[in-house]
């Protein structure tokens, strides 16, 4: 169902407000490999129900989950350069929990993934996915965080908010070439330069240590990326603030799913999993450890809308 224009435009508000509030001082991320703050949850047997009486697990008694550990804070190496931790890792942790069964964490290339769950050599990835509907044809979804992307300028930027096109009119832009975001400055420069507004300049760079100078220095005012590493980065250094979300599907709702083999039968209960755990406060003290709490899902979904195909 969508929701009328004022209560989305509410709920924008109070997740910028979330972000932009005391989050934003410098913060410290434990990423021991020991992990002693990491959240457990009880079996949830309606979850443990729903598993197909057929369906076999990669690895007996065990949920064998892909990640790729490509940035904090939702998946990393740990401090030991073996372990993976982050938002993901411990959301699996919380999923396996709930399965009543160990879990099997898998560090993978992202382009490994596909053919490793539709094979079955993981039961699923729980890896930053996004839901699209050409993905639907070859897998099953279950939402468990929203895409969001966001606005990030130097702290003392006289920057104060991005909300629309319009306000990046003239602005020097980083983003990352061939992704989502890159589509919508790309769309939102068009508009502004149709309504006769200055055009954006966008800039590139191949890491974020480059991307952290070019903001730093002034060679570019804001950079527009996925919210979790940003978000991470600005928590640590205190040297960037939030000025504006995004879907990271704009105008579409994007939304982040854990991802299992068409038809398996699993995705209904690892949603029943997810829901057990928004209840119970686990999922979203999990998000809230790494910064990440206004990417929250209300309720998690099987197979919900995903992203159109291009």
Do not use: C
């Not at 407000?17 to 457990?40: I, V």
């Not at 996925?226 to 991470?232: A, C, D, F």
């Amino acid at each position: 169902m969508t929701k009328p224009n004022s209560l989305r435009l509410l709920l924008a508000g109070l997740a910028l407000a979330a972000l932009t509030g005391t989050a934003f001082a410098q913060a410290a991320f434990d990423l021991s490999p020991e992990q002693p703050s990491r959240l457990k949850a009880e079996p949830n047997a309606e979850a443990i129900a729903a598993i197909p009486a057929d369906f076999k697990f990669a690895k007996e008694g065990a949920f064998t989950v892909a990640v790729s550990p490509w940035d904090p804070p939702i998946a990393t190496y740990a401090t030991d350069s073996q372990t993976v931790v982050g938002s993901d890792p411990d959301i699996a942790l919380l999923i396996a929990d709930s399965l009543g069964l160990e879990l099997n964490l898998v560090a993978v290339a992202w382009a490994d993934w596909p053919l490793g769950v539709s094979s079955g050599k993981y039961d699923a990835v729980i890896s930053n996915v996004t839901v699209t509907e050409e993905r639907k044809e070859k897998f099953d979804f279950s939402s468990y965080r929203q895409d969001v992307l966001g606005f990030y300028v130097r702290s003392d930027s006289p920057i104060t908010a991005i909300n629309e096109p319009k306000d990046i009119a003239g602005l020097k832009v980083i983003t990352g070439a061939g992704t989502n975001q890159e589509k919508i400055i790309l769309e939102w420069d068009r508009l502004n330069v149709e309504a006769g507004l200055a055009p954006v300049e966008v800039q590139y760079y191949d890491d974020s240590a480059a991307s952290t100078l070019a903001i730093q220095s002034g060679r570019a005012d804001v950079e527009f990326n996925p919210n979790p590493t940003l978000s991470y980065s600005s928590a640590v250094t205190g040297d960037t603030r939030l000025v504006g979300i995004q879907s990271g599907g704009w105008p579409l709702k994007a939304e982040i799913a854990a991802t299992t083999r068409k038809g398996s039968g699993l995705a209904d209960a690892i949603t029943i999993a997810i829901n057990g755990l928004i209840e119970s406060g686990l999922y979203g003290q999990t998000l809230e450890h790494w910064n990440i709490a206004a990417e929250a899902v209300e309720t998690s979904q099987t197979n919900p809308p995903g992203l159109p195909k291009t």
